[in-house]
C-alpha cells in the first residue's frame, strides 16, 4: 500500500514542479548570451531544422521576429502551418500569424523581478509527436536555467507553456524528502483508517 501512495506523492510533485510524469525527459536546447540573448530551433537537438522557434533575451535591446520593442521572449510558429493560438491566460503579445513575443516590461512589472514570472500558453488541435514532449531548458550564461519550455499533449490535442525566468526548482535532494514525506503520510492515513476501522 505504501507503494500506492508513494508513486501518489511522486506524481503529485512532478506536477508540482510544472512537468508530469509522462514528459520527464529534459533537453538543453541552447545558452544566452549575457548581452545578445538566444535565438534557436525548440527541437533542434531532436528535430534538427523543425519551424518551432524561440528566443530568450540578454541585457542588450532584443527584438527578435520582427519586434519593434525591447522584448523578453519569443515564439515563431509561422513557419508550422495555421495550427496554433494562445490561450486566454497568456501575457504575451501576438505579433504576426503564430508570432508571439513577452514585452520586456509586462503589466505586472519587469519580467526579470521575482514577483512578475509571466507563462506563455499556447495550444494546438494536433497533439505532439511523443519526441517532442517534455521540458526544453535556455540556460543563462552561468549554467543555471533561465528558461523552461514545457511540452504535453492533452484530450483536445497539444499544449505548450512558456516559463519566462521561473523561481529555482527544489534541489534533488528536497525532491526526496518531498516524495518520502508524500509516502509516509499516504502509509499513516492508511493505518489510522485501518485502525479507525478495528476499534469501530
Known amino acids: 500500500?505504501?507503494?500506492?501512495?508513494l508513486m501518489t506523492g511522486a506524481a503529485v510533485a512532478f506536477s508540482l514542479a510544472g512537468v508530469t510524469v509522462a514528459n520527464a525527459q529534459t533537453h538543453n536546447i541552447g545558452v544566452e548570451d549575457p548581452s545578445t540573448g538566444f535565438t534557436g530551433n525548440l527541437f533542434g537537438n531532436v528535430f534538427p531544422g523543425s519551424p518551432y522557434l524561440v528566443a530568450s533575451d540578454g541585457e542588450d535591446t532584443f527584438q527578435p521576429f520582427g519586434a519593434t520593442f525591447d522584448v523578453s521572449d519569443g515564439l515563431d510558429f509561422s513557419g508550422v502551418g495555421p495550427l496554433w493560438v494562445q490561450a486566454g491566460d497568456s501575457h504575451w503579445t501576438e505579433i504576426g500569424h503564430q508570432t508571439w513575443v513577452l514585452p520586456a516590461s509586462t503589466a505586472c512589472g519587469n519580467e526579470n523581478e521575482p514577483s512578475c514570472e509571466p507563462v506563455g500558453?499556447?495550444?494546438s488541435p494536433i497533439q505532439w509527436n511523443p519526441l517532442a514532449i517534455g521540458r526544453w531548458n535556455i540556460l543563462d550564461a552561468d549554467g543555471s536555467i533561465g528558461d523552461i519550455i514545457v511540452t504535453?499533449?492533452?484530450?483536445?490535442?497539444a499544449e505548450l507553456r512558456f516559463y519566462s525566468d521561473p523561481l529555482p526548482a527544489p534541489e534533488a535532494s528536497t525532491w526526496t524528502m518531498m516524495l518520502l514525506g508524500f509516502g509516509g503520510l499516504g502509509a499513516a492515513l492508511r493505518i489510522r483508517k485501518t485502525s479507525v476501522a478495528l476499534t469501530a
Open 1 to 5: 500500500m505504501t507503494l500506492k501512495y
Open 121 to 123: 500558453h499556447f495550444v
Open 152 to 157: 504535453f499533449n492533452t484530450a483536445d490535442g
